[in-house]
């Protein structure tokens, strides 16, 4: 009778593991950000990895796409077509990278894959990302998304690092 019992309550446990996706177990939490640019609907969702003492600038490699979070890749969803330095991205939902080159210059993928399978063919569109430094350290990593008219600012702050794209409603 105990072993029903601890196998019932360890396949209890593991569905739970499964359908949660691994995130609560992992104490790392998701996000989401929303705004409205123009008619778009645009929403983000991303994990919240948290620092732990670590630099982010340290764990970055120039030249080596950044998921923009932990776990699932971070995601952008438009129920219209938006411009990311004059680039056309169609409606739907795709994965948002950065990528810091090696003369220090950032930039905001669109791609049509993850950090892990990306290459340059993956690229749907690559917008600037300006860098500056948080006035406070943000221990989880957060993105908001705000917008004024037809224009829209991604916002990535985690610890002091500060990262922004601009983009907008494609005409």
Aim: glycine share 10%; aromatic share 6%.
């Amino acid at each position: 009778m105990t072993k029903k019992v601890f196998l019932v309550a360890t396949l209890t446990l593991i569905t739970g593991m499964v359908a949660g996706g691994f995130s609560t177990v992992a104490g790392q939490s998701r996000g989401a950000t929303k705004v409205k640019i123009g008619k778009a609907n645009v929403t983000i969702e991303y994990g919240r990895p948290a620092l732990n003492g670590r630099d982010p600038l340290k764990m970055i490699r120039p030249g080596q796409p950044w998921r923009l979070g932990s776990n699932a890749p971070t995601t952008i969803e438009s129920d219209a077509d938006l411009d990311f330095a004059g680039t056309t991205v169609p409606k739907g939902k795709h994965i948002l990278l950065a990528m810091q080159d090696e003369a220090g210059k950032w930039w905001l993928l669109v791609s049509s894959k993850s950090n892990y399978e990306y290459e340059p063919a993956a690229k749907i569109a690559q917008a600037p990302m300006a860098l500056s430094k948080a006035q406070d350290s943000v221990e989880q990593l957060e993105i908001k998304v705000s917008g004024k008219d037809d224009r829209g600012t991604i916002e990535v702050t985690w610890g002091t690092l500060r990262l922004a794209a601009g983009f907008g409603l494609a005409k």
